[in-house]
């Protein structure tokens, strides 16, 4: 009898373990999308080593902003919503209204990318492919142990993209010694890659993913402030780690002189780099980060709408609601979504500055909603100067979301 306490404390800590690595890799995960991988192909190509200048700024920047963002709803126990609600009447509702749009138009590319993923796997039609791989992620939010299961796919699939990644990497030769060069001294520099880049690695829903799945976890408040921190900052090096390896594999066969298809680059790298093989493995990993980021933009969606008091299986339910809502909206159109995907780019860059700057004002004026705890003036500095940069990534998506 003397033993259980303790044995229950150790299953506590491991489950509790258990959901900071999800909350760790479903930030990261969110991030590592279709839109991604073409982002950091494209860059690649267009300025070859000098792009490590730019993922190194944006990793700088992005930890900047997940830094502040998960500290201020850690600390509180409180989603980002509710603590809007706070600020100002309606805020929290505003904030909900853009992050689950924004992640309705965005899942339908999530969709879209699996359905790519399986087609350059298996040969599979690509809306089969997608709807295939949303009742994936909706078993996922329908099991039994929904939270579990959660954590340990995004883990599991996440480990595999950088895994598979960094094999075809090693196979084609990047110029390493360049690409270290280039981050200190770049050849040329384009603020437009890295501000895009951090758009898309930190806008929208992709915000709040593991700052909320950290509430989950039940590490929240004022003496958890370590493991938050390290937690945000671990989320943003996985996500860097990716973007690194896939630069490199890129990087190697163009400098090995291979000519990529611009309309598929980063496909078209992996087989110039292995082959068929190296086909079929970047098909494994755009389902990977396509599937991860469905789960990630229906999970964090959802708990948008809903609260800290709402029933795990409503949570659930609704979210597998959401996948099937995007799904069916992938299979019926007649073209793939680019139209869409521009327009949910554009808007999350719309909502960060939105979101952000209500969680920096809490930092700074509402010590209540933060049990007491005295925020750090050096945290906050850094976040209002990324606060700032947010705002220009806002300016630059009114313009093409003027045009839609």
């Not at 280039?182 to 929208?204: H, K, M, R, S, Y």
């Not at 220009?392 to 045009?403: C, G, K, N, Q, V």
Request: hydrophobic fraction near 55%; charge should be neutral.
């Amino acid at each position: 009898m003397g033993e259980t306490p303790p044995l229950k404390e150790a299953v506590t800590s491991a489950s509790r373990r258990s959901a900071l690595l999800g909350a760790i890799f479903l930030m990261a995960t969110s991030a590592i999308g279709p839109g991604f991988i073409t982002q950091t192909a494209t860059f690649t190509v267009q300025l070859g080593a000098a792009f490590a200048c730019a993922i190194v700024l944006s990793i700088v920047v992005d930890v900047a902003v997940q830094l502040n963002v998960w500290r201020v709803i850690g600390v509180a126990g409180r989603r980002a919503h509710e603590l809007a609600g706070e600020v100002a009447p309606g805020a929290g509702w505003l904030l909900a209204g853009l992050v689950v749009i924004g992640g309705f138009v965005f899942n339908i590319g999530n969709v879209a990318g699996a359905g790519l993923g399986t087609d350059a796997l298996l040969g599979l039609d690509p809306r089969w492919g997608g709807a295939v791989s949303a009742v994936v992620a909706a078993g996922i939010f329908l099991s039994h142990r929904a939270g579990i299961a959660l954590d340990r796919v995004v883990v599991l699939l996440g480990l595999v993209m950088i895994v598979a990644t960094t094999a075809i990497a090693i196979t084609s030769s990047p110029p390493v010694g360049e690409s270290l060069r280039n981050v200190v001294l770049p050849e040329q520099f384009d603020f437009l890659a890295v501000t895009t880049i951090i758009g898309g690695t930190v806008g929208g829903y992709i915000t709040y993913a593991g700052a909320h799945r950290l509430l989950d976890s039940g590490t929240t408040g004022p003496e958890e402030v370590g493991a938050i921190s390290r937690s945000s900052v671990v989320g943003i090096l996985v996500t860097g780690v990716m973007r690194v390896v896939l630069f490199l594999a890129i990087l190697g066969v163009i400098a090995g002189g291979s000519v990529l298809d611009e309309s598929n680059p980063a496909g078209s790298a992996f087989e110039a780099a292995a082959g068929e093989a190296g086909l079929r493995v970047f098909g494994l990993i755009l389902w990977a980060a396509a599937l991860t980021s469905v789960i990630g933009a229906a999970y964090t969606s959802i708990s948008f709408v809903t609260t800290s008091s709402t029933p795990a299986r409503t949570r659930n339910l609704l979210t597998v609601g959401f996948i099937a809502a995007t799904t069916v909206v992938f299979v019926v159109i007649e073209q793939a979504p680019v139209t869409l995907l521009v327009f949910a780019g554009a808007f999350n860059g719309m909502i960060l500055p939105i979101g952000f700057g209500l969680l920096l004002w809490i930092a700074w004026r509402r010590r209540d909603l933060l049990h007491g705890y005295r925020y750090p003036r050096w945290l906050l500095l850094i976040g209002v100067l990324a606060w700032l940069l947010t705002l220009y990534l806002a300016y630059r998506s009114f313009i093409p979301l003027t045009e839609l």
